[in-house]
């Protein structure tokens, strides 16, 4: 008797396991990772990944582990804005971890970054998965690198997804998508990132503020809460409400 119970036990729990990991194949989500102040946001499209910016340090993978399948040891591809510890300190840690197929981005100082499979962004760039797309644009040729990054727009049949680095204000008003359904606010809330002008062409149904707790930047700055407050743009927190999934 206690074989029988035994063996269904087993059995049960490799049937929920192997619906679960199912379930998690055909995941179409965007995950906003609570990696403190910095951002990285994953984009889990069944088996394929695309992961633009890795945040500050190794907590981006505890996002990872917990959003892709199981079995996923492969990163298909890793988007960087720009070289900044907040937006890129945690790429080393991926490459250790994952195999990552192709990485888009700007010149890096490190070294131990420039690998066969980093391709420099020096303008845009173009490629779809199923049906999505992804775009990446140079943002200017400025020499600041926050002015100067990789700002990424994706477009999926429900939903239109803007990722705007660090961009300033006016940059975003220049270069948003106007069909923008979900914006990643500019700058972890800075105030020099939002403007009442650059939300003038385009009205997101949700805004995404990625940012750490306590920081001594004061982000999100009382300015930026409060342009999207007079424009009555809901936003989300990582930091008061940690990862933050949505459908993509």
Known sequence: MNKIKITFVIVLASLFTFVYYVYRLNQHIVVFCDVGQ????????GTMQVLVDAGPDGRVLSCLGKYMPYFDTTIEVVIISHDQKDHCGGLLSILNKYSVQKIFGPPLSKKAYRMTQYIEIHDQLVFS????VFKIKKSSQSSDK?????????FSPSNTYFISSDISALELYRLMPPETTVLEVP???SKYGLSPLSLSLAHPALAVISVGKYNVYGHPSN??????????????????????????
């Not at 342009?227 to 008061?240: N, Q």
């Open 223 to 248: 300015e930026a809460l409060a342009v999207l407050k007079a424009k009555k743009i809901p936003f989300l927190r990582t930091d008061t409400q940690g990862d933050i999934v949505l459908p993509l």
């Open 38 to 45: 910095g951002a990285a946001t994953l984009f889990q499209i």
């Open 187 to 189: 700058h972890h809330g």
């Open 146 to 154: 926050n002015e100067s990054a990789n700002i990424v727009s994706i």
């Open 129 to 132: 998965y199923a049906s999505y």
